[in-house]
């Protein structure tokens, strides 16, 4: 497989303006009939031929105005068609068969326990018919969908259904009309025995809007909370962007089979059911965010990615960077926004800058690619919205909106480029943000290096910061990025924020500093007392810092930092500071002990009553094994997991008390509702739990049976369970764990919990227990979800995925072969543990690279060969 290169783009030679598709649907024969009208562009010389993408096509017919072109006329291979002579303007006529129930890969249009769906982004429309598949072609749709009555009584398409009827046979159709101009990513089709919830928004201009939500029948009373979210975005959007939704229906389907979380095609998105369905009894806490924020986010995408759309798919970031920073800020202000933070922050900084630090880093606009589906990653997503937040923050949000409302006015129906959204924020700040662009280009996580000093003589204080981004593959040169460093001085007498006066100016007791230079030394006078600084607030740029802070230091922040986020971050910071010393010594094999500092400052937590509970309960949660191996220069898991165990039980077994207070205290017997408040209570009281259980005395096993057989909300009955099933404690874990999978087995999302429960366990007998339920009837390698929660969360499992005896790694490039041939999306993700190879000692690596050497021998998809050739390089 060949790169494409960013700069090899070339505007399209030829435009569709309409586009009229027919589907008669069959699952081993649906024939798709298009009518295109076409137009060549402006300066396109008449000669050049007309090029169609199409992938597992077999082609029926083929006319231009009616005519039937002639063998000769066309050339037709793997993937693309191409018609030599075409007029200037003219309509294409297309037929086509393809098979949706063969269709394992999920991409195009497939099979869905019985129903038909689409994916379409990025490249999966020409997999339904010829078509100029890239995202600067934009057109209207008018679609027709043939279907059985009894089989696919629903039929759903992009827009407005416009007429409907029946036929011969026992089929009938809808038609649906879309009048937005789209790119074909966009296209999505639904059909099948589904049922609908409806509910009505009006919009500010006072236009109403129907909703739907459409899920199989047993799902009905799963949909409440999605369609609250959907209202809520709808508010928020036009409150706060002035952004109206602009047809007369929204439609959310659900399906089972879904490669990601959910698609925002035009009025008609796709979600996998895992990320709209919930109900008390079955989807926890964290699951009715994680909706909220989907639903919200594909709602979003309405103007930032549907109206305003990428020129090329080296543009991603362009709508999902900007989507993913309005999907925060929403869930931000609907719930808890430091604990938003907080977790947002703490998953960028395991994840992203792991993937920063890998084989496959690349830039939030990459410059090439070979797969392009393997590029929706935690850098173009979270780290692109990272880079908008740090604009929004430069320009400040009245200039920020002003500039969103321009790039949203003036771009409207158009496909553009990262340029065109940074240059309004330009225009509209007045600033310049040349050297700003450096963090779309470059990759890898800068590393600031800070030192301080008082000198109380002068009363000043001398802040230093050097920047260094770490060489990546294909850049090894990199230049200072301009980075926002927001701070604060925390006087250590009075416990408050001093005032920050540099160079005369008096900038408050919270700033902003600049740097944009490799080194540079920012000096505050005027400082009365000596300060501990408070820097990176809010995480205000991407990168990792380091500072000398000593442990009485961070405790210090930890009760007086007025950040909220840095108050949590001086814990994790203090934290690691006792892992590390635990760490080294299971390495040297010397005797553990406790840094009772860390004690003090959680018995402080624990008392003080921090007024959040949602916040409380983050401070108490260790940093986890993922985000400690990411500080390590070699990855050493057993000691990793060593370390953090005797933490856990060494905070337990001194604050055991305060634990058993927090945990009763937040006990309630109130009517399950996802609010902050009861999720934070929840959480505390759960956090508590765990600490209690690290111990596994009799009184926190009677708790958590109790919990667990209260069967109050599937929050607490998961919590309990894990806790239990993670036991050393068989007679108490084998029958929790019995009872929920037999009182579940019918409920595909429930079950998926059962399976990530029992394959995270840290006792040795994972492997054997995962490979065991592979087999359970459960369990299907076609469905992402299942091999998600099976296979893809046991590799999370450290100490039982990184065993010795390299079985874990043997297992996961099994399913990766298999899965190369099934879904090479899917494949090209759930590989990425054996990716990181270099970040092992000698023995793994070695292991981890013998298997991706046995799958790169395999005939590749593209997906599993980009990842895996950069994996090996
Ligand atoms: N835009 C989709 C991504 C789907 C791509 C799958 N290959 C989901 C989202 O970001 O909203
Ligand atoms: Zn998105």
């Known amino acids: 497989p060949q790169p494409v290169y960013l700069s090899d783009y070339q505007p399209p030679a030829y435009q569709v303006t309409h586009t009229e598709l027919t589907f008669d649907l069959d699952p081993a024969a649906t024939r798709v009939k298009a009518r295109l009208l076409i137009e060549r562009n402006e300066n396109v010389d008449a000669q050049t031929p007309l090029v169609l993408n199409g992938e597992q096509l077999s082609l029926v017919s083929l006319a231009i105005d009616g005519t039937p072109l002639a063998e000769a006329d066309y050339q037709l291979d793997e993937d693309s068609l191409r018609i030599m002579q075409v007029p200037a303007t003219f309509s294409l006529e297309s037929e086509v068969d393809i098979a949706p129930g063969a269709n394992t890969a999920l991409e195009g249009l497939y099979q869905s326990s019985g129903m038909y769906c689409t994916q ?312 310049t943000l040349d050297q700003f662009m450096r963090w779309y280009a470059q990759a890898g996580t800068p590393e600031i290096d800070a030192h301080g000093e008082y000198d109380y003589v002068h009363s000043e204080y001398r802040l230093t910061l050097r920047q260094r981004t770490p060489a990546t593959p294909g850049q090894t040169e990199k230049q200072p990025l301009h980075i926002p460093v927001r701070m604060g001085l925390v006087g250590t007498k009075s416990g408050q924020d001093l005032t920050l006066t540099m160079a005369g100016e008096v900038l408050g007791k919270d700033a902003v500093i600049h740097l944009r230079d490799n080194e540079q030394t920012f000096v505050f006078t005027d400082v009365a007392e000596a300060p501990v600084p408070s820097l990176l607030r809010d995480f205000s740029a991407p990168v990792k810092l380091y500072f000398p802070y000593s442990r009485e230091e961070l405790a210090f922040l930890l009760t007086h930092d007025s950040d909220g986020f840095n108050r949590w971050d001086a814990g994790q910071r203090l934290a690691m500071l006792a892992l590390d010393d635990l760490i080294a010594a299971h390495r040297n094999g010397v005797e553990k002990v406790m840094d009772g500092r860390v004690t003090e400052a959680f018995r402080t937590l624990l008392t003080s009553s921090v007024s959040d509970k949602a916040v409380l309960a983050e401070m108490l949660t260790l940093p986890s094994e993922a985000y400690i191996a990411e500080q390590q220069p070699i990855v050493d898991v057993d000691a990793i997991h060593a370390a953090r165990e005797f933490v856990r039980q060494s905070l337990a077994l001194a604050l055991r008390d305060e634990f058993v207070a927090t945990f009763e205290a937040n006990r309630s017997e109130e009517a399950y509702a996802p609010t902050s408040e009861q999720i934070a209570q929840r959480s505390l009281k759960n956090i508590a739990l765990s600490y209690l259980m690290s111990i596994e005395d009799e009184q926190a096993i009677a708790f958590c049976q109790a919990q667990f057989a209260a069967d109050h909300n599937m929050t607490d009955v998961r919590y309990a369970l894990t806790l239990l099933v993670h036991s050393e404690r068989d007679d108490v874990s084998s029958p929790a764990l019995k009872a929920f999978g037999e009182k579940w087995a019918h409920d595909s999302l429930v079950m998926d919990q059962w399976f990530t429960i029992q394959v995270t366990r840290p006792q040795p007998d994972v492997l054997e227990r995962v490979e065991f339920l592979m087999q359970h009837p459960a369990f299907s390698i076609k469905n992402p979800n299942k091999v998600r929660a099976l296979v893809g969360a046991f590799t999370q499992n450290r100490v039982n995925f990184h065993r010795l005896d390299g079985k874990g790694y043997a297992l996961l490039a099994d399913v990766v072969i298999e899965l190369n041939r099934l879904n090479p999306e899917i494949a090209a993700r759930l590989v990425t543990p054996l990716t990181r190879w270099q970040r092992f000692d000698e023995a793994r690596q070695a292991l981890m690279h013998a298997q991706l050497e046995r799958i790169k021998k395999e005939p590749l998809s593209s997906n599993v060969y980009e990842v895996v050739e950069k994996a090996l390089a």
Not at 343 to 360: I, K, L, M, Y
């Open 120 to 431: 379409c982004e990025a490249e999966g429309f020409r997999r339904i018919t010829f078509y100029p598949d890239r995202p600067d072609v934009m057109a209207t749709f008018t679609v027709t969908v043939i279907g059985d009555q009894n089989n696919e009584p629903v039929l759903l398409a992009n827009g407005n259904p416009v007429d409907s009827g029946t036929l011969e046979n026992g089929r009938h159709f809808v038609k649906w009309e879309d009048p937005h101009p789209k790119p074909c990513y966009l296209f999505a089709l639904v059909a099948g025995d589904l049922h609908k919830v409806e509910d009505h928004f009006s919009t500010m201009s006072g236009r109403d809007v129907t909703l739907q939500i459409w899920v199989e029948k047993e799902n009905l009373d799963k949909t409440e909370h999605a369609m609250a979210s959907l209202k809520r975005s709808m508010v928020w959007d036009e409150q706060t962007y002035g952004r109206e939704y602009d047809l007369d229906l929204f439609m959310i389907v659900a399906v089972n089979d879904f490669n990601m979380g959910a698609m925002e095609n035009k009025g008609l998105n796709i979600f996998n059911s895992a990320a709209v369905l919930t109900h008390p009894n079955t989807a926890t806490d964290a699951t009715f965010q994680n909706v909220e924020g989907i639903v919200a986010h594909e709602y979003f995408h309405n103007w930032s990615g549907n109206r305003v759309t990428c020129r090329d798919w080296f543009q991603l970031s362009l709508k999902e960077g900007f989507t993913v920073f309005r999907d925060q800020c929403f869930s931000a202000d609907t719930n808890s926004a430091p604990v938003k933070r907080i977790q947002d922050v703490s998953f960028f900084r395991t994840a992203q800058f792991a993937e920063d630090a890998g084989p496959t880093a690349h830039p939030v606009r990459p410059d090439h690619y070979i797969e392009i589906t393997n590029f929706y990653t935690l850098t173009i997503y979270e780290k692109g919205a990272e880079v908008v937040r740090m604009l929004c923050n430069l320009v400040g949000w009245e200039n920020f909106r002003q500039g969103a409302d321009a790039y949203f006015e003036r771009f409207d129906g158009q496909a553009v480029t990262i340029e065109d959204f940074v240059g309004c924020m330009e225009e509209a700040s007045g600033q």
